[in-house]
């Protein structure tokens, strides 16, 4: 595993096959998602690597255990519509974690993001969180979501993601260093639409078999 600024790539041979199907334009919605789940799956066990536990006594078969366990689920969020398709693979380790959602995109008209939806968990203060968004292209949108989280307080956020820009993780460490964002591959560059190149193109499309 290396890290760059504050982005670890996750370089596992099996996640890198995945990551080459998912990349493939002609890998259809259905086993897009699998894909999208099945890396989501992976990343969640690297992020919280370091999680805090406690001790669990338990009953066995062959008599008592301790095996140390979590310490409290981090709340899931999604950034809505991409995000989404790293939920099930997040819930599939984590099934007890509230979930949240916001709704967010990048106006290039604007050139700003604008704020759609956003509903958070109860008592999301003081609490950690991971932030799902499959792609980290001019990190417009993952700033503003991280911006947001922390107006309600809360203190760790850990970034899911499948690929990131080193454009758009300078701006997200520039916002806020303290943030740790987890993936598979680090790109130097976008082009001049603000997508990855080389991309798997539009996520929130391909998920959803729209145009």
């Known amino acids: 595993m290396a890290k760059t ?6 370089n596992h041979p099996i ?3 995945k990551l080459c199907l998912l990349m493939d334009p002609n ?4 086993e897009f998602r699998r894909l999208m789940r099945e890396i989501s799956f992976a990343l969640t066990y690297e992020a919280l690597r370091d999680w805090p536990t406690e001790e669990k006594n338990i009953s066995t078969p062959n008599g008592p255990d301790t095996i140390p366990k979590l310490i409290n689920y ?9 995000g989404n398709g790293m939920i099930d693979g997040v819930t599939e380790a984590l099934p007890l974690a509230p979930l949240g959602h916001i709704g967010i995109y990048r106006d290039r008209d604007l050139d700003s993001t604008v704020e759609y939806f956003f509903r958070l968990p109860q008592k999301i203060k003081g609490n950690s969180t991971l932030l799902l968004d499959p792609i980290i292209a001019t990190g417009d949108t993952v700033c503003a979501s991280v911006s947001r989280l922390k107006e309600f307080g809360v203190e760790d956020i850990r970034v899911l993601t499948i690929l990131a820009s080193k ?4 701006k997200l460490n520039k916002i806020n260093e303290n943030v740790s964002v987890w993936g598979l ?5 976008l082009n001049e639409s603000g997508h990855l190149a080389p991309g798997p193109g ?4 391909r998920l959803c078999n729209t145009t």
Do not use: C, F, K, Q
């Open 5 to 10: 600024m504050n982005h670890y790539e996750i």
């Open 15 to 17: 996640l890198m096959e």
């Open 27 to 30: 890998t259809e919605s259905p």
């Open 74 to 82: 981090p709340a899931v969020i999604s950034i809505l519509r991409a």
């Open 167 to 170: 454009p758009g993780l300078e």
């Open 185 to 189: 591959r680090l790109n130097e560059s």
């Open 202 to 205: 539009d996520v929130s499309a």
